[in-house]
């Protein structure tokens, strides 16, 4: 599904991924742990396409994404990725002069060229699955932070990607919403939908992923089913990192 090889990313002299190599198999859960400023976020952006890198590869099925490929000149490529990779951020990214419901109808609208007759029944029956049914006609202004996101994800599942990157989904959340918004994408989870996951939150890291990679200064430093990781790691890296997250 996705296959990250040897990814490269600077920024000027600053190398913020430094070879970076994963897989993601259909069905699977991939969660990435890590202290701030390792490049997790970065490398979402680089697998969507969002920003170019230096060095390495990124394949998504049968797509290839190299190094030095740009926004310009390659608008109607990104966009046939962007229809198999949905991307939930961590601040919603809705689109304040519409409503609910046309928020998550837009992906089908203007990616996939449906009519609002088509894409209607879908995204009622995705608010329904997120539990926000009845804010189809509220304004994205008056939903609390978790139900925006909850919209956010109704959105990008709304034109049916093969895989959904989240980055940092619940960052900006009370502890209340987090809760919310991790009970939808727990039940995505078991849904079978293929997923990459920048998080922290480590109860949901230990339930749900099906493998955990931890990330630090630009690299991949160890990768593994959660028992491991959390109750045998290898690395010292590891170790440290899940210290400090149990002090916090």
Do not use: W
Request: net charge positive; proline share 4%; charged share 20%.
């Amino acid at each position: 599904m996705i296959v990250v090889e040897n990814l490269v990313k600077s920024h000027g002299k600053t190398k913020v991924l430094d070879g970076v190599t994963l897989t993601v198999k259909p069905g699977d859960v991939a969660v990435v742990l890590g202290p701030s400023g390792g490049g997790k976020s970065t490398l979402l952006r680089c697998i969507n396409g969002l920003e170019p890198f230096q060095g390495g590869t990124v394949r998504v099925g049968d797509m290839t994404l190299e190094a030095g490929l740009s926004q310009h000149g390659n608008t109607a490529r990104l966009v046939a990725l962007r229809r198999r990779v949905g991307m939930v951020f961590q601040q919603f990214n809705l689109f304040a002069n519409m409503n609910v419901l046309q928020n998550v109808m837009a992906g089908p609208r203007y990616a996939l060229g449906q009519s609002a007759e088509q894409a209607e029944p879908t995204a009622r029956q995705l608010l329904e699955r997120v539990g926000l049914s009845d804010k189809a006609n509220a304004r994205v202004e008056d939903l609390s932070g978790g139900q925006q996101q909850r919209v956010a994800i109704a959105r990008a599942l709304a034109v049916k990607p093969e895989v959904i990157l989240f980055d940092e989904p619940t960052s900006a959340l009370d502890p209340r919403t987090a809760g919310e918004v991790l009970s939808v994408i727990t039940e995505l989870a078991r849904s079978g939908q293929t997923m990459l996951v920048v998080t922290h939150a480590m109860g949901f890291a230990r339930q749900v992923a099906s493998t955990i990679h931890i990330m630090h200064a630009g690299r991949v430093e160890e990768s593994g089913p959660p028992e491991q990781i959390f109750d045998a790691p290898t690395s010292a890296v590891t170790r440290a990192f899940l210290a400090q997250a149990r002090q916090s």
